[in-house]
């Protein structure tokens, strides 16, 4: 349970109060959004348990697609930067975010985290900017960080019902990569066509990708759906200078460079 917004229990934060956090949470999401897309950034928010294998697949990312795309990243948690620095190892310039007793990200930690900064800088150039968030499969997915897309990482060793136990989070999910499938042998009673059914009743959508990160295996279909994410951020409209309405309702151009 974090202390800034409750996790929505009303009686630790009124129905009103989480409310207007929210408001003021879409607010700078979408001034985020609007940075995102007019530089042609695809921003993922990635999502899932701890341990469920974030950070390796943005390993495994970052060793694919070496010298083909430009990678971005931030990476939440509540203590330690353990991962952000295992993600520059792997030469993506990362960030971390310590959230300290928050249990997800929200909008306004990602702006401070690449406004200004040397990270910052990297997001504008890059083509994909991943938000890793921190590990819940509870309160990430009802933060809009302005990403072009959610994708929630789901490992074979957490259980088959996972879906129907926290929906909220597979309801909000474009896409699940179910990670450690090269796993599967030594797990007893795992099935993936419970999984996939799972997600069917969960997800408006549903669809999944199968990945050991650690082996490379089933990458490509990850790359491609990235890829495709890609092609239609690029596909957007986009102009030299955009416009951010501010909370008093004023809105003003806001010039800057876009590639």
């Not at 530089?39 to 390796?56: E, F, H, Q, R």
Request: hydrophobic content about 45%; glycine content about 8%.
């Amino acid at each position: 349970m974090c202390e800034d917004c409750g996790c929505g229990d009303p009686k630790l934060v009124s129905v009103e109060v989480h409310s207007s956090l929210l408001a003021a949470n879409d607010h700078e999401a979408a001034h985020l959004r609007a940075h995102f897309l007019g530089d042609g950034v695809t921003a993922i928010n990635l999502m899932g348990s701890p341990g469920s294998g974030k950070t390796a697949l943005l390993e495994a990312t970052a060793r694919a697609w070496a010298g083909k795309f430009k990678l971005a990243a931030v990476s939440g948690d509540l203590a330690t930067a353990h991962d952000a620095e295992r993600l520059e190892r792997a030469g993506i310039p990362s960030a971390a975010i310590t959230t300290g007793t928050a249990c997800h990200l929200d909008a306004t930690m990602v702006d401070r985290a690449i406004h200004g900064t040397a990270v910052g800088e990297a997001v504008h150039a890059a083509d994909f900017f991943f938000i890793e968030n921190v590990g819940n499969l509870v309160c990430p997915a009802i933060y809009d960080l302005g990403q072009a897309a959610n994708v929630v990482v789901l490992s074979v060793t957490e259980g088959e019902d996972k879906p129907l136990k926290y929906p909220v989070m597979f309801k909000a999910a474009d896409l699940v990569v179910l990670t450690k499938v090269d796993l599967l042998p030594h797990l007893r009673g795992v099935s993936i066509a419970a999984i996939e059914d799972a997600l069917a009743r969960v997800m408006p959508k549903p669809v999944m990708i199968q990945v050991a990160s650690t082996e490379d295996q089933g990458l490509d279909a990850w790359l491609a759906w990235l890829s495709a994410r890609r092609d239609v951020v690029r596909a957007a409209p986009r102009l030299g200078a955009h416009e951010h309405v501010h909370v008093r309702g004023h809105a003003h151009p806001h010039p800057h460079p876009h590639r």
